[in-house]
């Protein structure tokens, strides 16, 4: 079993930037992927980031150049920075993790963007 904890988010002035971290805890050694996705009001939920244990990233279209995604296999963490905050970054954004071909999740984290 995997368990993830996010930390972060909340209100933040567009332009500005927000960090949000995850800590991935339960019976295993380092989580094959590791990552971020968010849900806007009324969409469906989408990609930010992620990033495997050999460190390759992947993000998702919206937030190309304005990503900084990074985990730390010790603590068994992963950390999203996201810059040029817009209105439309505003949505719940979930931690994930996935081992053996397996999906976790985390309950989430508001972020809200204010123009």
């Known amino acids: 079993q995997v368990q993830l904890l996010e930390s972060g988010g909340g209100l933040v002035q567009a332009g500005g930037s927000l960090s949000l971290a995850c800590e991935a805890s339960g019976s295993f050694a380092r989580l094959d992927v590791m990552g971020w996705y968010r849900q806007p009001p009324g969409k469906q939920r989408e990609l930010v980031a992620e990033i495997t244990s050999g460190g390759l990233k992947r993000s998702g279209d919206s937030v190309e150049g304005r990503f900084a995604i990074s985990r730390d296999d010790v603590r068994g963490t992963v950390s999203l920075t996201l810059s040029r905050l817009k209105p439309e970054d505003t949505a719940v954004y979930f931690c994930?993790?996935?081992?053996?071909?397996?999906?976790?999740w985390g309950r989430g984290t508001l972020v809200t963007v204010s123009s």
């Open positions: 994930n993790g996935v081992l053996g071909g397996l999906d976790y």
